[in-house]
């Protein structure tokens, strides 16, 4: 046997951290201190299970002065954190790297909805409430919180606010930040900035509410917000329609939004193997549509949603005449309206459930890109091009918020070839020829997923010199020694 000698170095971090975890324990009881790997694992790998970092501890404050006491103790052993809420995000921005130094500070204990004032129209919520939670209270309450995504059971307000989460609602309601008046944040000295203002006016200097939405847990940790709600719509209308390109779609979301203006809350594409993978995954999610264009042809399925504050006939008759509009224009093949709330939610199940059947299908690479809406016809057809000519048979899964011109432009690999090893060959050279193509637009690399530690290289390419120095200035200034989550969003900055 060869014994193993402990060098001083190793001797003082084993040292600090154990006091680390003392001091934790002390703040947080022993029971929310989890070292145990069993207990530890939920934590450590990333939703779409591209990540599986180690961590030292998993910790589990309760309040936001138990989140204080954990980033003082931090700082005083020099213990980097990486904050955690529902662990749903797309980029391993949740996910500790292999080091085992890390510690995981997961936000599911701050859960408590603390005050909802109807005659102001906001809610103010802890960072670890589930959305869905979030909308359930505000529904209680006759109002609608108007951010959703299909995690909304498992993913936390701190996480959509830390992602600048998007959805399927931005075209109306704009996407986390837009639903945001304040926030309460730990900040990397330990203190709590109260920043819990309810206000829809406030023009009091830099706007720090902003900074630390989208930072993806890098500048702050969130532990609690005020949320604008909405007034709860008397009916939402759905319906699917077929269009033979993606011009058309766009031709269609023009005609809706000049017919339906802020009623429009929902305009969704999906390319026609959307459907076909849809098909094959899940059957009993039939699009009761044909194929526009016949067999050969491409063709795409729309879903629109009108929200009506008048009625469910009103919202049904300006949805059935702008489709017979379209129709007759020749924008739009076929169109159906959903006749019952069963048949509405099929409608969205279908478009939810394209992730899931492309994972059932295989691995694939993966593109959350946002364009200038006028750009995308071009982009759809030049890009799929590229692709078929360097990755023949490549199957594209294209589909997405196109109200907000955002896509998620999906590459499953040929019928017959491994998808891991199609993965593995195509991956880098096929982000680099989307994001370049992307970039060629004004378009973005992430338009709701973030950057994690799945894109720092990618954004460190594609954002400007100026861009990237402001960026690690704003990192410097608010967490100069890189306490929280290092690593993700921009490489390394330096510490003064
Ligand atoms: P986590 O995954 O736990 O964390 C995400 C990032 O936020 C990490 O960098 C983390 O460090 C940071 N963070 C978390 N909490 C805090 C906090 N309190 N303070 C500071 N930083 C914090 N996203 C969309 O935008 N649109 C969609 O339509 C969409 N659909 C999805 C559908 C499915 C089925 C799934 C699984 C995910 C989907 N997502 C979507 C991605 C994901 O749900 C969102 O990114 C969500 O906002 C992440 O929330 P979370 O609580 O799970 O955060």
Redesign the pocket.
């Known amino acids: 046997t060869r014994a193993t000698i402990e060098t001083p170095a190793q001797a003082e971090r084993g040292a600090a951290l154990g006091a680390f975890l003392a001091d934790c324990r002390a703040a947080l009881g022993d029971t929310h201190v989890l070292t145990a790997a069993s207990a530890q694992a939920p934590f450590l790998t990333?939703?779409?299970k591209r990540y599986t970092g180690r961590a030292c501890a998993v910790l589990r404050p309760a309040s936001t002065a138990e989140v204080a006491a954990v980033v003082a103790a931090a700082n005083k052993h020099d213990i980097a954190l990486?904050?955690?809420?529902?662990?749903?995000?797309?980029?391993g921005?949740?996910t500790p790297d292999a080091s085992g130094a890390q510690a995981v500070l997961s936000?599911n204990r701050?859960r408590r909805i603390r005050a909802l004032d109807a005659a102001n129209d906001t809610i103010t919520v802890e960072?670890?409430c589930a959305?869905a939670d979030v909308q359930a209270a505000a529904r209680a309450a006759g109002r609608l919180f108007p951010l959703?995504?299909?995690?909304?059971g498992?993913?936390?307000?701190?996480?959509?606010?830390?992602?600048?989460?998007?959805?399927?609602a931005v075209l109306r309601h704009g996407?986390?930040r837009a639903l945001c008046l304040g926030l309460e944040?730990v900040t990397a000295d330990a203190q709590v900035w109260d920043g819990l203002r309810a206000l829809r006016k406030d023009n009091t200097g830099y706007d720090l509410r902003d900074l630390?939405i989208g930072?993806?847990?890098?500048l702050?940790?969130?532990?609690a917000a005020v949320l604008k709600l909405q007034p709860m719509p008397a009916a939402s209308v759905t319906a699917v329609a077929t269009v033979d390109t993606c011009d058309d779609a766009l031709r269609l979301l023009a005609l809706a939004r000049a017919r339906a203006d802020a009623l429009l809350t929902g305009f969704e594409l999906m390319s026609w193997y959307c459907v076909e993978l849809i098909d094959s995954h899940f059957p009993t999610l039939r699009m009761p549509l044909a194929r526009p264009g016949g067999a050969t042809a491409n063709g795409f399925a729309v879903l629109l949603e009108l929200s009506d504050h008048e009625s469910e006939a009103h919202g049904r008759a300006l949805l059935e005449r702008l489709l017979a509009d379209a129709s007759n224009e020749g924008v739009v093949r076929d169109a159906v309206v959903a006749q019952s709330l069963a048949q509405s939610q099929t409608f969205w199940a279908m478009r939810?459930h394209i992730?899931?059947a492309q994972a059932r299908d295989g691995l694939n690479v993966k593109h959350d890109i946002a364009l200038p809406i006028s750009a995308i016809g071009e982009f759809i057809s030049s890009t799929d091009r590229a692709i078929a000519a360097r990755w023949p048979g490549a199957r594209m899964v294209t589909f997405g918020?196109l109200g907000d011109g955002n896509l998620h432009y999906n590459v499953q690999a040929p019928v017959g070839q491994d998808p891991a090893d199609f993965l593995r060959a195509a991956q880098a050279p096929m982000n680099r020829l989307v994001y370049d193509q992307v970039h060629a637009r004004g378009g973005s690399i992430s338009?709701?997923?973030?950057i994690?530690q799945l894109k720092v290289d990618d954004l460190a390419r594609y954002k400007s010199p100026v861009e990237l120095a402001l960026m690690t200035a704003v990192k410097r200034a608010l967490d100069p020694h890189n306490r929280?989550?290092p690593g993700?969003?921009i490489a390394a900055p330096p510490v003064p």
């Open positions: 990333d939703w779409r990486v904050t955690q809420g529902g662990n749903t995000g797309h980029a921005g949740a936000t701050l960072a670890g959305l959703s995504l299909a995690s909304e498992s993913c936390t307000i701190g996480g959509n606010l830390a992602t600048n989460a998007g959805g399927t996407n986390a944040v630390f930072a993806e847990g890098t702050g940790v969130i532990t939810e992730p899931l918020h338009a709701e997923h973030g994690g929280f989550n993700k969003v």
